[in-house]
């Protein structure tokens, strides 16, 4: 019985994901090409990233006036952040809100997840199942995100737990109450340092179980001022030209001096100035704080004095200080009390490196050297980042090619745009791109607009498919490899840029790190050459 074949649904293009990309990939192609266009996402809801990401302090560490869509001046006059950096509750009410000015809801399909994606050569289209529909297109386009792929590590034992434990990356709609609850909470990442002060203030009490030590900066979130507001709302091409000319796409300058310009005096004064101010932007006090060891150390060395300084308990400032890897060679964090809580008399630090967990138990955690009694596990365990998301949908490309296959030693892309193999799938924000190293909604906008730009020039032009070639593919690799060898970036060995928290995956550098100025004027190239780097047929 094939009912589900007779009801396929036909489009021009099918997005996957409601988050910002999918959001804006309809916009573009709906809107402005005319297209026949769906986008499936799995949650109820739009969101993304930020749908599933409901954790306990859960905040966006982009400032919020550059964490916005900037491809409309009107969106930006009627949408007012409330606070220095948005909280997750904001970001959905602002998609919401997006949603609703451009009317998008009524093409995307709720609670659809990609179970399967197919090109058919005879057609030169994409068969694209879900769980319960069977869809076909011409062009597909995954904006599926890089962090949408939990990770929940493979402790022995876990399925024994008679407690409660969650993922921060998929946290429950309705909250958890740690009221009375005893939690334990594995990962001191981004997420981990957001979550631990606002599970301390509630819980009766909470392990943290830390792996590797993390360096962080103080957020100084605030709420906004009525006159920075309208500032925003005056400047905001002043604020557009700024973050689409700095490499990480933050609304601010990364300074010209070196730290050896500098007296030792004025880099102590530098960096309490950076620190007083908070948030990303401290990595930005010097230029060569992400490209020099010795400069990086200078910058290392004043944040662990200040873990010292700040931790009263010694025994957890030494774990806490005890940080071997240079300062932003992994994604900083910033943070709203993180260190200051471990001075609570209701929190414990167990430093995994010295009494690693053996398995979970009925009752909690045992490690090596103690038992942990827990009510709630939080796994603040980060994401299998960037390729995970886009593997989870068994896509299939020409020849019957599984992407998962393809990919065994590491992402194969142009430009982090497509895939050779897999004719007019495009990647927003895949492996290759800058992505995770800037602001995201910036590198979203400038991957739509590129792929809008290109089915619009095939349409035009009356090319079926387009595809990216294998060599201009493996020369993208080399380059995304050396850009980032110019970095302190991969000499992180442990970090999911390298794809090192999965135990298995190949060890790729996955970001490009030339920034999103060099390359965007890559992509435009591309563009002016009227993609001729692709196969177009
Ligand atoms: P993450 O950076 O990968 O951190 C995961 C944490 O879990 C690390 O401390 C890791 O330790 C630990 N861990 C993983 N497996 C473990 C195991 N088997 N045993 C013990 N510890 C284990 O993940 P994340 O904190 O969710 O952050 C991921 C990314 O999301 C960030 O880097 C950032 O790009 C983004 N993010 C952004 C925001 C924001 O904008 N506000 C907030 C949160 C996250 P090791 O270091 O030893 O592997």
New binding site residues.
């Given amino acids: 019985m094939n009912h589900i074949h007779s009801s396929t649904k036909e489009y021009d293009a099918i997005i996957v994901g409601a988050g910002f990309s999918g959001l804006y990939q309809l916009i573009c192609l709906r809107d402005q090409l005319g297209l026949k266009c769906v986008v499936l996402e799995t949650g109820d809801d739009v969101g993304g990233t930020w749908y599933w ?1 409901r954790y306990p302090g ?5 400032e919020s006036h550059a964490y916005s869509y900037y491809f409309s001046d009107e969106l930006l006059k009627e949408w007012t952040w409330s606070e220095r ?1 948005p909280g997750h509750e904001e970001i959905r009410e602002y998609m919401n809100f997006v949603a609703s000015k451009f009317d998008l809801k009524k093409d995307i399909l709720f609670k659809q997840k990609v179970t399967s994606a197919k090109f058919i050569e005879d057609s030169n289209n994409w068969n694209v199942k879900t769980d319960n529909n069977n869809f076909k297109c011409k062009f597909l386009i995954t904006a599926v995100g ?2 949408s792929n939990t ?1 929940i ?3 022995k034992g876990l399925e024994n737990f008679e407690g409660s434990y969650y993922h ?2 998929n946290w429950p709609k309705n909250g958890v109450s740690f009221v009375n609850k005893t939690v334990g909470q ?9 979550a631990v002060p606002v599970i301390a203030a509630e819980a009766k009490h909470l392990t943290v ?4 030590a ?1 360096y962080s900066i103080p957020a100084r979130n605030k709420p906004l001022t009525e006159e920075f507001k309208k500032q925003v709302k005056e400047n905001f091409q002043n604020y557009k030209d700024l973050i689409k000319r700095t490499p990480n796409a933050h609304p601010f300058e990364i300074s010209d001096r070196l730290v050896s310009d500098v007296n030792s005096e004025e880099m102590n004064q530098i960096y309490e100035k950076a620190w007083e101010k908070g948030g990303l932007q401290f990595r930005a006090a010097f230029n060569d704080l992400v490209t020099n060891f010795e400069a990086n150390k200078t910058a290392s060395d004043f944040i662990k004095n200040k873990i010292n300084e700040t931790v009263l308990n010694k025994k957890f400032a030494s774990i806490l200080s005890d940080i071997d890897h240079p300062y932003a060679g ?2 900083p ?2 943070d709203s009390n993180y260190f200051e809580t471990y001075n609570r008399d209701n929190v414990n630090l167990i430093d ?1 490196r010295r009494d ?2 053996k398995c979970i138990n009925k009752n909690g955690i045992e490690t090596e050297k103690n038992n942990f009694d827990l009510d709630i596990i939080v ?5 299998d ?1 960037m390729t995970g998301p886009l593997l989870n949908m068994n896509i299939l490309g020409k020849n019957n090619l599984k992407l998962k296959n393809d990919w065994k030693e590491g992402p194969k892309t142009f430009l982090g745009l497509q895939i050779p193999g897999f004719p007019n799938l495009f990647t927003v924000t895949g492996p290759g791109s800058p992505s ?1 190293l800037t602001n995201m909604p910036m590198a979203i906008e400038q991957h739509v607009e590129w792929i809008r730009d290109c089915i619009s020039f095939m349409i035009k032009k009356e090319y079926t498919t387009i595809e990216a070639r294998s060599n201009l593919a493996k020369k993208w690799g080399k380059e995304v490899n050396r850009v980032a060898n110019k970095t302190l970036l991969p000499t992180v060995k ?3 840029y390298l794809g ?2 999965i135990p298995g995956k190949p060890r790729v550098f996955m970001p490009y790190a030339g920034g999103l100025p060099r390359y965007s004027k890559i992509c435009d190239d591309v563009k002016k050459n009227n993609f001729e780097d692709f196969i177009l047929a």
């Fill in positions: 990401n859960a905040r966006c560490d982009t950096y890089c962090l990770n590590p493979k402790i921060t990356g594995i990962g001191t990442g981004s997420t981990g340092i957001q179980f830390q792996r590797t993390n992994k994604r964090p910033i995994l690693p967990i796994f603040a365990t980060g994401y980042a995770v442990h970090s999911w090192a928290n």
